[in-house]
């Protein structure tokens, strides 16, 4: 079993910045990837960032891509999504995912999730 908490969210207006944050804890594989997905009203959960276990490897997904950046806190593990320039379509549940397969590839564990509102 992975736990998985996230904090950060909130309200921001149009082109301010959020820092999103995730503690994973449990059974914690030696390989792994750790991912931010988002999930609008009506819509489908889509991918945002992912970075690997160790902190070597990132991807990001098209919808932030210049926007975003993906980074481990190598003291507590936490691995952090920093979001600039937010727009109201970037609205949306912000999801933590623990992976064993692959950068962008979605494994069983998500976090509870945390809301972010753009809006002026």
């Known amino acids: 079993q992975v736990q998985l908490e996230e904090s950060g969210g909130g309200q921001v207006q149009p082109g301010e910045s959020l820092r999103l944050t995730c503690a994973a804890s449990?059974?914690?594989?030696?390989?792994?990837?750790l991912g931010w997905w988002r999930q609008a009203p009506g819509k489908q959960r889509i991918f945002v960032a992912a970075?690997?276990?160790?902190?070597?490897?990132?991807h990001y997904g098209d919808p932030m891509k210049d926007r975003v950046s993906i980074s481990k806190d190598y003291r507590t593990g936490a691995v952090i999504l920093q979001m600039n320039d937010l727009k109201p379509e970037d609205t949306a549940v912000y999801y933590c995912?623990?992976?064993?397969?692959?950068?962008?590839?979605?494994?069983?564990?998500w976090g509870q999730g945390t809301q972010v509102t753009v809006s002026s």
């Open positions: 995912n623990y992976s064993p397969w692959s950068l962008g590839v979605p494994g069983d564990y």
């Open positions: 970075i690997s276990g160790w902190g070597d490897s990132t």
């Open positions: 449990g059974s914690i594989g030696n390989i792994h990837y």
